[in-house]
């Protein structure tokens, strides 16, 4: 995820293709809302005003309810490694408002005329609501899941930024009365908790040609330490705290990573005519280690036959093990011919000496140095391999088999020093037979690997 690339043609002709990967440090704003579950107990008197006449004004527990608020803007800063699946992040927020919800069970008392009175204490009313706000500040551990997606977890740090606590209390006596006052109920200065949640990062823009845009919306779940200290006038030791779900939006800025390849400009080549080698449409095919790129599209065609071998390597006598075999083969010289316009358009096939056989015979490394040779002189030109094998043993081990022969011939043309975005190389293991596996003649034929240069 995040690989962009950039061709540039100077005046010289020559090409140069700038491939962007994400930066390592990323900076930007966040902001989003919560919703909090309390749990634990608050106390209030029937009467804030006589805090000391415990006797005739006892005091009750109040139960958390539920609450909410918003995460007011703040600051967003994150380092992830390249290539690395893990990254830390810090989220800082100017403000962190919450409501607070508690709530008395009903309280009945009977006044000096002999009635009954009604009475629910809560810290909110229809009109106002408790709140305690607070500067918050969020720093993260993430953990890179699958396209953009990633799990994360970390600490809560809440500096008391401000309060207001209520006292409101409705009366049935009998007639309904709402009383509401101010109580001096004392947040603690610092709270602590911690998270964890998931989040997404959604492209958004790319902008000159070096700078990136991220939208990364998340979620945590998470709970803290006690939010009140004990008011120092005769009421119990509050316990009230929260599980808590928060959610918000990150806009995140970054500067990409570059690295440049140069494509010289050959003004002795000569242009050749553009001819499919093939009829199958590979389109935004992942060859293995390289970027997704759209091939050219095939004309309909109703029936393709498949291709025929245009050169196939006699089968030599057995060796006592296949290493002494490849090492036979590597110290033959090289023989570098000059590939013709009609050839390279042409599929070439070359079978491989037994099942076993990884490293690049002689006739594959002449070919491939002759590719060489013509992609130097043809900026333009792409080279694609498709490495395959017979059905012996299982389809993983066939699939591994083919992917080490299809790399065996990459680092082979990079050795010629041919730029990777140039080299589509694939390895397709036993799903695309020619020959008859059940015979010798067609395995053989199946050991093969197919070379196409795309002018």
Known sequence: MGELFDITTLESNDTIQTRRTYGTWWFGLTAGGNFQKYYGNIYMPEDPNRLTDTLRNPEHALLGGIGGGFQDYGFFAEYQPAGGNWGISLRSYYSNKRTISASSDKIEVENAGGFTKTILIQTTDPQNKSFVDYYTFCPSFRLNLYKGFYFLFGADIDVLKSSFIQHVAFTNNPDPIVETRIFDLKPVATRYGAHFGMGYDLFVLDYNKGNRILLSPFFTVGTGTAMFNKNGDGISNPNLSSFSLKFGLSVKF??????????????????????????????????????RQELT??????????????????????????????????????KIKVLTSEEVVKLKTILYFSDTQIQLNQQMKDYLASVAVYLKEHPKATVVIDTHTDNRGLPAENKKKSDDRASAALKYLLSKTISKTRIFAKGNGDIKPVGDNNTDEGRRKNRRIEITVRP
Do not use: H, M
Request: charged share 30%; net charge negative; aromatic share 8%.
């Open 254 to 291: 970054s500067s990409d990573k570059e690295k440049n390849d140069t494509l010289f400009y050959n003004p002795n080549a000569k242009e050749v005519l553009s001819t499919l080698a093939s009829a199958q449409i590979d389109r935004g095919v992942d060859y293995q280690g390289f970027t």
């Open 297 to 334: 599209e095939a004309p309909n065609i109703s029936y393709v036959a498949i291709p025929e071998i245009v050169e196939q390597v006699k089968e030599e006598p057995v060796f006592a093990n296949e290493q002494a075999k490849e090492d036979k083969v590597v110290k033959t010289e090289e």
